[in-house]
């Protein structure tokens, strides 16, 4: 009874009741009102709780992060905006309360706030990606008296500050060994939840025809967790399914996401944390790794292109530490991971045919399709095909965009004046499907260096983690999220889901675990 007793936590009945509403609510069992209720409950429990606690919450809570109903003109407004602006409130209220405590006396404000600003600057290292995040918010800032579209690029500099608010509490709160595995804990337990769903999705379309799978996860789930608007525009058009000229179209897994690209993003980032518990918690190594290989299923079935491509200089990289280093610990576990990814890759050739079988039963109507699961894989080289035409055509009216607005861009949030569309193109996600183009194009060249400072010193920082942790699984860690990062990298040269809420929340709050172990390293090297 005292061993169930630990389970019954606050901080836990909290989380568990999020997931029964999310789960009610995107079947359309409740209705989306639901959520406010249970985000008012989360900011009172953030407010009387401890700010480990509240953080844990808020990062778990990632992928299940839905739309607040408040009003047509807020219907997208996701409650984790919330719950992180108001755990940053109350984390800064009380590190100001205790600079009340330390300060000397007068306890004027002034002298309140410039000991806590002290205590901030002193505990934390300034370093290019500090430069880096300050240049690159003040050229967006700048880039708004540019914008076509002032409210769009203000918009976009609030989501840039709601993330980075993330990165900063974590990084304030998360130093130590206990703290950094209790934020991966979180990390892996909102990861666990999307993939619970991508499986589910895997099949549900055996067992359910594709127009209504479609119609049921556009009117009923997209509609709870991104609100009406897109749910209508993705009743008619979306990147749910692959489509071929001579079978009929297959299932792109995608989750809790609103395109197949976001979850496969999302999948890849989730893999370093996972083996990295699986290395922590021995006992349960298998599990981790069996999150793992789900994980890069995710990513293989969600047939993004990008990912399978920019798979291999990263599986060159890892090759090559391997045969360089003497210690393989680290670069052996990237190495099975993306052989885990290869044999998923070749063995998914199976999931087609047995796809068409089931959708034939299904509809009574029978073809001689035998389309090859790689089919999709071969059409990257294929310029003719719609998708890549149309990427052409959008990569090259970007490289003209820059070229004409090379300082400030057009505008932060504001890539539908480079393909001359209206606001509405905004709502639909255009974008450069590259993530490098697509910044240089909002802001100009100098906002894109200033993002390129900030990739350069992440990748450092792993490197210096790798090379200088004492512990393994941080080594490990500094690494594979290295590689992985490379990884991502790569696949930006064909999207720009890095930028998607729930993606760049859970690589924000990986980062700045990584940064907590770079500093911890610069403490003890100084003992």
């Not at 990632?62 to 919330?82: C, E, F, H, K, M």
């Not at 991104?226 to 489509?243: H, K, M, P, R």
């Not at 029978?366 to 389309?371: A, G, K, Q, V």
Request: proline share 3%; hydrophobic share 55%.
């Amino acid at each position: 009874m005292n061993s169930l007793k630990k389970y019954f936590t606050p901080l836990n009945l909290v989380f568990f009741l999020e997931l029964v509403i999310v789960v009610l609510g995107s079947m359309g069992l409740v209705p989306r009102e639901a959520i406010l209720v249970w985000t008012g409950l989360a900011i009172f429990y953030m407010i009387f709780s401890p700010v480990a606690d509240s953080l844990w919450l808020a990062i778990a809570s990632i992928p299940l992060a839905a739309a607040l109903p408040i009003s047509s003109g807020l219907d997208t407004l996701a409650n984790w905006r919330v719950m992180i602006a108001v755990l940053f409130l109350v984390w800064l209220v009380k590190e100001l309360k205790n600079c009340y405590g330390e300060a000397t006396k007068p306890k004027r404000f002034g002298h309140i706030c410039l000991a806590f600003f002290k205590k901030i600057i002193g505990s934390t290292k300034i370093s290019y990606l500090a430069w880096g995040i300050f240049a690159f918010l003040l050229i967006c800032a700048l880039s708004i008296g540019v914008a076509d579209y002032k409210v769009l690029a203000v918009k976009k500099i609030l989501f840039w500050i709601n993330i980075f608010l993330l990165f900063f509490i974590v990084r304030q709160t998360a130093g130590g060994k206990e703290n950094i595995l209790r934020v991966w804990r979180a990390l892996a337990t909102g990861a666990t939840a999307v993939i619970a769903v991508a499986l589910v999705q895997f099949v549900a379309v055996l067992f359910a025809p594709l127009v209504g799978f479609w119609q049921f996860w556009a009117g009923k789930v997209i509609n709870f967790f991104y609100g009406q608007n897109l749910a209508d525009l993705l009743a008619y058009s979306n990147t749910w399914f692959a489509y071929y000229d001579a079978a009929p179209p297959t299932l792109r897994l995608f989750s809790v996401f609103p395109d197949s690209h976001s979850f496969a993003m999302f999948s890849l980032l989730s893999v370093p944390v996972f083996l990295c518990l699986a290395i922590y918690f021995g006992q349960r190594k298998k599990f981790f790794w069996l999150l793992a290989g789900l994980a890069l299923l995710g990513a293989i079935f969600s047939g993004s292109r990008g990912v399978w491509i920019s798979a291999l200089p990263v599986l060159a990289i890892a090759l090559y530490f391997w045969f360089k280093e003497s210690d393989k610990e680290a670069p052996k576990q990237a190495i099975y991971s993306l052989a885990i990814f290869a044999v998923i890759f070749l063995a998914s050739t199976v999931y087609p045919p047995l796809f068409y079988k089931v959708q034939e039963w299904q509809t009574g109507q029978y073809s001689s399709s035998t389309i090859s699961f790689f089919e999709r894989a071969r059409s990257i080289s294929d310029l003719d095909e719609t998708s890549n035409k149309g990427r052409l055509e959008i990569w090259r009216n970007s490289l003209l965009s820059i070229k004409e607005h090379p300082i400030l861009g057009v505008g932060t949030g504001n890539f539908i004046s480079v393909i001359n569309e209206g606001a509405l193109a905004a709502k639909k996600g255009a974008s450069a499907h590259n993530l490098y183009l697509d910044v240089a194009a909002e802001v100009g060249l100098p906002g894109l260096l200033a993002l390129l400072v900030v990739f350069a010193d992440i990748l450092w920082t792993s490197c210096l983690v790798w090379r200088r942790s004492a512990d393994k699984y941080f080594k490990v860690f500094g690494l594979i999220f290295g590689l992985y990062f490379v990884w991502i990298l790569g696949y930006s040269f064909f999207d720009v889901v890095l930028f998607n809420d729930k993606v760049l929340l859970f690589f924000a709050a990986g980062a700045a675990t990584l940064y907590n172990l770079r500093e911890s390293i610069f403490k003890s090297e100084k003992i």
